[in-house]
């Protein structure tokens, strides 16, 4: 909400900042949805998202986007 024209090229560093600060095992994308529509639709966001961790192995892009949250919240 700090941009509202995000792009992943904006957001990108922030994503990355914060996850060589924390550790891929202990990040994961989320939002902040039906508030976050005003800005963006709900593809748009998580392709942000998305776009913004291309570089990173699947391994790595798999905990972000599921495995940790299944680990995190037992689900």
Do not use: H, Q
Request: hydrophobic fraction near 45%; charged fraction near 25%.
């Amino acid at each position: 909400m700090f941009d509202p024209n995000w792009t992943a090229e904006s957001v990108g560093p922030v994503v990355k900042t914060l996850i060589e600060a924390f550790g891929v095992s202990r990040c994961m994308f989320g939002s902040n949805f039906p508030v976050d529509s005003l800005m963006k639709d709900y593809v748009s966001i998580w392709a942000g998202f998305s776009e913004a961790v291309a570089d990173f192995s699947e391994p790595d892009r798999e905990l972000l986007f599921a495995r940790n949250v299944e680990r995190i919240y037992r689900i």
